[in-house]
C-alpha cells in the first residue's frame, strides 16, 4: 500500500516510530499593532490604490448605494446574498440579479455579468486584501468571473493585518470550505514581465467602505 | 553533463537576446524583492525568516505526524487523501478517477510538482486533455517546452515569440500586444474552465490542522481551478505541509516577497475540502495526492533533508550568477538553478547528474536571500564531495593521480624536493608571473585558466633554507 510506504518510509527515516507524538511546535509568532480606526482605513486605501484599485468612503448605507448605481448604471450585475448589501440597499438596484442559491444560475449569470458585487467578512488594513469565507450568504463566482468587483465593506470589519485575521480566525477551516484572500485586480507579467490586469479574475476593483 | 546540455549551455550563452532578456528579468526581480524586504517596509525581516526555518524544520523532523495529522482533518471535511509512491501512480489515480467519472478535460493551476512527473504527458497518452491555464505555463505548453523559471515560466519568450505561437496553434491573427494577447488567452481559457470536469492545482502548504490546501496565484486561474469543475484534486510534495493556520502569517508574508516584490499574491485560497452543505458554490468532490517520488529518500539523509524546506519562491534562482547566465532549459530536470542543483541529483540519485552541483560559484548569494533560510552552498559542497568520492573510487584523473605520485616521492627525498623547489623560485621569481611562464603552457585549457589567474610570487628564500639559517644562527 502506498499509504503505508510513504509513511513507513518517512518514520525510518526520521527515526519515529507509529504513533509517537511531535516534538514541542515552535511558539505561534503573531505580532498584532495597536492601529485605531482612521489610519486602517487610509492605510487600506492607500494599498488598494497602489494596486490601481478604486476606492470610496461611503458616508452612509445610502451613499454606498448611489456610489454603486452610478458606477453600474444600465450594465448588469450579480450581487452576493450578504445581508450588508441588502441594507445598503444595493441588492434591489434595477440592474443588479441577487438572492441565487442554486451554482448552475449563478454559474451563467457570473459568466455575462459585468459586475460582481459583494461584502467581505474582513478587510486587512496593512496589504489592501479583501477576506471572503464562501458561504449561503458569499458565493466564490461572484468576486472570480465579471470582469469588475465591487465590495462594500463595513468600517468596523476592517483589522491591521493578517496576523490579527488569524488570530481572530486560528480554523478557517471551521467555518467555510473556502477562505479566499484578495489583494488587488487579477494580474500578470508573464510576457516580457509587462504588467497587465484582468487575466482570469476581475481586471478592476472597487472597495467602498461604509 | 550530456551532449544536449552542453549544446544548449552554449547557445544560450551565444545568443545575445536571450542573454539580455535573462538578465533584465532576474534583475527586475531581485530590486523589486530587495525593494520589498527593506528595513523600513518589512523590519521583521530577519526575524521571519529564522521563525520559518524553525516552523519548516520542526515540519520535516515530525513529518509522519503531520501528513497524518493532516490526512485525518481532510477526512473529516468531507475530502480524500491519496498517497503516491511516484509520478506513475500519481497520473494512475487522476486516470482512473477521469475514467470512473467520464471526464475528458482537466485545467490546471501552475504546479511544479506536476512539471516534476510529466502528468501532462501521462494523460494525454490516456486520451485526457489537461490544459494549463496559468498565462506562463498556457504559453509553455503550447510551445512543448518545459517552464524556464520557477516563478516566470515563459522568462525566455518575447511577444513575438508569443504572437507566433499564438498564430500557429490557436489559428488567431498575429497580435504582438500584450493586453491583446492576455485577452486572447483569456478568452480560450475561459471556456475550458467553464468545460472542465476537473481541476488540478499544486499547493504551496497544506496545512495540518485543519486539512487545507493553500494556494496562492495573481491571475486568478488557481481559483477558478479549483471553483468551477465539480472535482478538484491537488497535487503536492509530502514536504509541503506546515502545523498550523497561524503559521501561514509567517510564510505568506515571505513568499511573494522573496518572488517577485508583492506584499503578498492577489490571490490566496485557503481550501479545507469540498462545497459544505448551505454554500453555493465550490467543488462537490476534492482530493489531495501526496507524493514521495524521491523525497523520502532525501529525509534520511539528516544534512540534506532541509532541502525540503524550500517553498519555491525562485529568489536564489534570480540571484544565481550561474543561473543568470546559462539559464533555466540548461538544467536537466524541471527545476533549475541552485535549488535545482541540490534536489533534481537527490530525487534522481547523484550519479545521473554529477555535474549539477558543481554548475554553481559558491558565491553564497542564494543563502543570502532564501526565505527559509537553506544553506544552499553548504548543501552543493557536501554533495560535490559525494560525486567526488563516487568518481575516486574508480575513474580518478589519472594526471591527478600521477602528479600526486611524483609530489609524495619527492616529499620523501628532502634533498630533490628542494631543488625542485629552488628551480621553481628561480623560474617564477624576480617579475616572474605565472602568466609569463614559456608560450608552450598558453595553449588550451591551462592556458583559458591562466588568463584569469596569478599565482604569487615564490619567495627568494624558501622555508627550509630559512629554517636552516635560523638554526645557524642559535647555535652561534
Ligand atoms: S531554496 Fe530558498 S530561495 Fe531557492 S526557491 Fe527555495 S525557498 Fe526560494
Redesign the pocket.
Known sequence: MPREYVLHRTRTALGRTIGQPPDPAPPVRLRIPEIDLEARIASLFAEIRNLAGKTHRAASPADARAYVAALVGERSAVASNAPFLRECGIADLPTVRSGIANAEELRALCADAEFGITSADYALADTGTLVLFSSQQEARMISLLPPVHIAVVQSGTILSGLDELLSREPLPAERSSSMVLITGPSRTADIEQILVRGVHGPGEIHVIVV | MTGAQEQKIRQTLDDANLQLAIYTATGRLMSHRKAAVAEDVLPDFQELRTQANLLKRHAIENLDHYLEQFESQVVAHGGKVIYARDGAEASEFLIDLAKKKGARLMVKSKSMTTEEIDLNERLERQGIEPVETDLGEYIMQLAHERPYH?VAPALHLTRYDVADLFTRKLGVERETEIEKQTKIARAVLRQKFLAADIGISGANFLVADSGAVVIVTNEGNGRMATTLPRIHVAIAGIEKVIPRAQDLAVFLKILAR??NGQHITVYTSFLAGPRREGEIDGPEEFYVVLLDNGRTRLLADREKRQ?L?????????NHCPVYRKVGGHSYPGVYG???GAIITPQYLGVTHDPWLPFASSLCGA?AE????K?E?PKLLLALRSEVVQAKLRDTQSRIERLSFRVWAWAMRRPRIYEMLGFMGSALLGGEGWIRRLPKLLSHGPLGAWLSQRDLPRLPARSFRQLWRARRKAGEN
Open positions: 520557477i522573496s518572488a532541502s524546506y524550500c517553498i519555491r519562491c525562485g529568489a536564489c534562482l538553478g541552485p535549488i542564494c536571500v532564501c526565505p527559509v537553506i544552499i
